[in-house]
């Protein structure tokens, strides 16, 4: 089994800044690519980011500019730094892991979810 721990949510001004960080822990072989999703009520979660375990992102257009995804390999860790925050970016926000999990002969692929860390963009 896999956790994803979130933390770094609040509230925060327009213009303002956040840093996310998602720390994954458990038994497993490897995380492939980690990512980070929101969900504003009555909306369909949508992902923001992502990023392979080699470094490469990729981003929706929504958040291009503005926000940007690291991690940290050796620590399971991957963080969303948020920048120019707009009252739209409130939202549940929501970390994802594609982890590779073996038994010693099988490898299988999951995916894993934090528990969703509340951002709200307010004046």
């Known amino acids: 089994q896999v956790q994803l721990v979130e933390s770094g949510g609040g509230l925060v001004q327009p213009g303002g800044s956040l840093r996310l960080s998602c720390a994954a822990s458990g038994t497993f072989f490897s995380i492939d690519t980690m990512g980070w999703y929101r969900q504003a009520p009555g909306k369909q979660r949508e992902l923001l980011a992502t990023?392979?375990?080699?470094?490469?992102?990729n981003y929706a257009d929504s958040v291009k500019g503005r926000f940007a995804i690291s991690r940290d390999n050796a620590e399971n860790t991957v963080w969303l730094q948020m920048n120019s925050l707009k009252p739209e970016d409130t939202a549940v926000y929501y970390c994802?892991?594609?982890?590779?999990?073996?038994?010693?002969?099988?490898?299988?692929?999951?995916?894993?979810w934090g528990q969703g860390t509340q951002v709200t963009v307010s004046s």
């Open positions: 994802n892991a594609r982890v590779i999990e073996t038994n010693g002969i099988q490898y299988v692929i999951r995916d894993y």
């Open positions: 990023i392979t375990d080699g470094g490469s992102t």
